[in-house]
């Protein structure tokens, strides 16, 4: 299976989240952080460069993912880069996907064996799709067959335009059939043509994306979700951050999150209606991911 060519492009794209508000070029902030010593070891590792200048953008989140250290400075740059690939958001980050790619297979799975017909899920924000990736590899090797039945769907809002591309080659790589949306999830043309047409999925997947909204803006896009692109049974698998080590770290590096309180998040979920059933929280306690049920 190749992944599908087509793509529902919006006419203008907002700003991605997680750059949307940096206004200091990179070596500005490189070097106001070099003045102090609690930012010294970070210097030499390749990630800390990446995130001082892309921010928590795709790449440089799946680069947490790949959990490879390395540095153009030799074994002291791979040591810098081990500490910062180490830091507790970054180890929540692996987690995190661990438990997505988990509760993707449970879900597709069930949804599968209960409808006996094509199981479609969407990820929004997809990212580079390694979670889509390696949850279409363990149910190839559960069965062969099982990924005939499964519909994959990938929105990003891909400001750069570098994203999708790269999601798409992926995808044909690892042989997953997939159609992408470039669009803001906040003004979906393709999703809302779709719900028109009274296509829903079973499956949406949205993680990553809480951490740069306001309250208000999180019930909005569950609202949309619940009501818009999810029938009842339909499951969300969402996730929240709580603030950590190195909180003040990504104020300083002008990436600027929201820590939701977990009891206002549920109420949200519950409140678009949504009946939260798990919550999976890394070991650190940084992030949760939530898997709601429509209702």
Known sequence: ??????????????????????????????????????????LPSNYAWMVTRRKYDAFTTDRAYEDRPSSWLGPLGRWADRRVLNFPLHVALRERLRFVTE????????HAERDKGQVRVLSAPCGLCR?????????RRRDASSLERVEFHALDIDFQGDVIPEARRRLE???????????DIFDPAGLTARAEADIKFHVVN??????????????????????VVMEPGSVLLIDNFASHQHSAMGEELEIYTYYHPPEAFRQILEGAGLRVVQEKVTANGVNTVS?????
């Open 173 to 183: 790589t690892a042989a997953v059939r997939g159609t992408f949306y470039r669009e």
């Open 103 to 110: 509760s993707l297979v449970e879900e597709i799975a069930r």
């Open 206 to 227: 949205c993680i990553g994306l809480t951490a740069w909204l306001t309250l208000e803006e999180l019930e909005r896009l569950v609202r949309f979700f619940r009501q």
């Open 1 to 42: 299976m190749t992944s599908n060519e087509r793509i529902s492009e919006a006419p203008s794209l907002s700003p991605a989240r997680h750059a949307a508000r940096a206004a200091t070029s990179t070596w500005r902030l490189a070097m106001r952080l070099a003045f102090k010593p609690q930012y010294l070891l970070n």
């Open 291 to 295: 898997i709601a049920e429509a209702v």
């Open 131 to 139: 979670d889509l990736i390696q949850a279409a590899e363990e149910l």
